[in-house]
Nanobody, 122 residues
Framework: QVQLVESGGGLVQAGGSLRLSCVAS????????MGWFRQAPGKEREFVAA????????NYADSVKGRFTISRVDAKNTVYLQMNSLKPEDTAVYYC???????????????WGQGTQVTVSS
């Protein structure tokens, strides 16, 4: 049974930082592209970031480029999303996902976590 479990969400003031974590089980972690998506109320799920290999093959949405950093530690089956300079428009439920294509659309990913809420106050 594949499970992805996110943690690290919470309430933060604009300009602050959070680090999200996602721990995967039931899969060979190193064989998967790992991604982060987010979904705000009334909006569609949108791509945030993805990584195939540790330290390389990273991709970011334009809206978070320069502020967010995705990383992975395969020995711990964990992918992280470091979020700096947070803005109110970053408020959303953040989901981690595992897939094979490493694209920017949700259908590129096979497995999904339950999400963690990030709220940024102005």
């Amino acid at each position: 049974q594949v499970q992805l479990v996110e943690s690290g969400g919470g309430l933060v003031q604009a300009g602050g930082s959070l680090r999200l974590s996602c721990v995967a089980s039931g899969l060979t972690f190193r064989n998967y592209v790992m991604g982060w998506f987010r979904q705000a109320p009334g909006k569609e799920r949108e791509f945030v970031a993805a990584v195939r290999w540790s330290g390389r093959n990273e991709n970011y949405a334009d809206s978070v480029k320069g502020r967010f950093t995705i990383s992975r530690v395969d020995a711990k089956n964990t992918v992280y999303l470091q979020m700096n300079s947070l803005k109110p428009e970053d408020t959303a439920v953040y989901y981690c996902a595992a897939g094979a294509l490493g694209g920017i659309i949700p259908s590129d990913y096979y497995y999904w976590g339950q999400g963690t809420q990030v709220t940024v106050s102005s």
